[in-house]
């Protein structure tokens, strides 16, 4: 959802993540539930649907079509995505204020939805406004068939059949059926519903056929591995997908399970793309090291689409990227070697906090991925509560009597942001997830065992700079809290 430009929330059509933002749902434990409702539903509908299946998989390869020019590409994208947006975020919205209501009553949600959505967000909300007058039987019928029936449109079959990705003409004369256009569909659906709500109790295809749309029979996995193939037929690796690889769509609670595990709690308005500062002179970047709190650091592979332009720019071979972030907010950006960033890493900024996520960390070694020389990183972010786990066994079934410290911190009471912070062994990096709810952090603190204790405010303390410094970059917190006293205080915000 975006709120006067900024992120509450966010999902990735071609990674298929979902996103909170820590910063504008860290007051408000109610924003911040529904908006995780809002943006599940955009994540279920993706993956239980033809149309989101399709677009998934279309997002996901698009830097990959040789074969099609990149204007082309542009328009595919466009065309899936405007053809579904009214779906996506109408009903997405629906079952936010659903949610809203469940906490709090019906007219409270649909007062705070008149007050708070912004106009856009109404406007999707308007066509789904009357389900809010179905009885709690014909709610659960609603919101069970409706999105699915309308985003079931038959286009994994139709684009492998047709042709539709070799010209764009025809995709948008497909798409320019109604029957073949989400939006539309939904629409159709909804005012046969408006009048004849119990329509909603009837099969998909009959009520299909009632609504006046076209029903489809959920696509084969003989259908799925065509389309597949057809697809990435489109790229410069092409393979051959069989029946027999393609998986299960998960329905309901799985759905809802598996879209759940990747989810993001972070900084979504970092947007440093944007906003930071890129000096491609690494002498410039340098003057600025000592105003520096925390860097970032990723490296590059020569595959990498701004590969030549930016070695062209910089005259440097474009491996790493170093971020940097002052304690004023200001963001600024440089590109360069391994050989010399190792060099300014390990002196320019070695009072700087080193941020590194968690796949450019070799935890048996010790060292950043890329490089032997380069010191430990201070903190190692991981995106979702599942990859933390997945290191923690690695290293149990390596090192069994391997010790841990931990640290489950929680927003407030009541509210779903939780983090957990690790300490592996005598090594120096903080492991850090933040997570909603604490389902997934109670597992993990029950995988170590007794071989964790919990981090004391002392040890809190010794990694002070860079906690504070992770609350800021990662959360997007305030940087003139001092994040630690405050956690330790717990009752009033301390300053640095």
């Avoid at 990859?387 to 923690?392: G, M, P, Y």
Wanted: glycine content about 4%; aromatic content about 10%.
């Amino acid at each position: 959802m975006h709120w006067f430009d900024l992120n509450l929330g966010q999902y990735d059509l071609a990674e298929r993540w979902v996103g909170l933002d820590y910063k504008e749902l860290f007051l408000d434990p109610i924003l911040a539930d529904i908006t995780y409702v809002h943006e599940v539903v955009h994540a279920v509908m993706a993956v239980q649907s033809d149309f989101g299946q399709a677009t998934n998989v279309i997002f996901k390869m698009q830097d990959s079509f040789i074969k099609i020019q990149s204007d082309e590409v542009d328009l595919i994208l466009k065309f899936l995505f405007q053809s579904q947006d009214k779906v996506q975020e109408g009903f997405a919205t629906f079952m936010e204020i659903s949610r809203l209501r469940a906490l709090t009553s019906k007219q409270n949600a649909l007062t705070w939805a008149q007050q708070n959505l912004p106009p856009a967000y109404k406007q999707y909300l308007a066509p789904l406004l009357f389900g809010f007058e179905l009885s709690k039987s014909y709610r659960e019928f609603f919101t069970a068939k409706v999105s699915w029936l309308a985003m079931e449109t038959g286009i994994r079959k139709a684009l492998h059949e047709q042709d539709l990705l070799s010209d764009t003409s025809k995709l948008a004369t497909y798409l320019s059926d109604e029957d073949n256009d989400p939006n539309a569909r939904l629409l159709k659906i909804c005012e046969t519903l408006r009048i004849k709500s119990w329509l909603v109790t009837k099969d998909n295809p009959t009520l299909a056929k009632e609504c006046g749309v076209k029903y489809h029979e959920p696509a084969t996995k003989a259908e799925v591995a065509e389309f597949l193939n057809y697809t990435i037929g489109f790229t410069n690796n092409p393979q051959h997908f069989s029946p027999e690889q393609i998986g299960d769509t998960p329905q309901g609670v799985d759905a809802f399970i598996q879209v759940s595990k990747n989810m993001i709690v972070a900084n979504l308005n970092l947007k440093l793309a944007e906003t930071a500062k890129v000096i491609f002179n690494l002498g410039d970047f340098l003057n600025i090291a000592p105003n520096i709190e925390i860097i970032f650091v990723n490296p590059h592979d020569k595959d990498w689409k701004h590969h030549d332009l930016v070695k062209l720019v910089s005259g440097e071979e474009p491996e790493i990227s170093i971020g940097g972030f002052t304690a004023d907010d200001q963001k600024y950006l440089t590109i360069t070697s391994k050989e010399k960033a190792s060099e300014v890493i390990n002196n320019n900024f070695r009072y700087a906090t080193l941020f590194v996520k968690w796949r450019g960390y070799d935890l048996i070694k010790n060292q950043l991925i890329w490089s032997e020389t380069v010191r430990p990183p201070d903190l190692v972010v991981y995106n979702t509560i599942d990859q933390l786990q997945d290191r923690i066994k690695q290293i149990l079934a390596t090192i069994p009597d391997m010790q841990f410290q931990h640290l489950h911190l929680g927003v407030s009471e009541g509210h779903p942001f939780q983090s957990l912070l690790l300490e592996i062994g005598d090594l120096a990096p903080l492991h850090i997830v933040n997570c909603f709810g604490n389902k997934g952090i109670s597992e993990t603190i029950s995988l170590m065992g007794n071989k964790t204790k919990v981090i004391t405010h002392d040890g809190l303390k010794t990694q002070k700079q860079h906690i504070n410094n992770l609350m800021c970059f990662w959360m997007g917190m305030p940087w003139k809290v001092d994040w630690v006293e405050t956690i330790i205080n717990g009752k009033r915000l301390i300053y640095r």
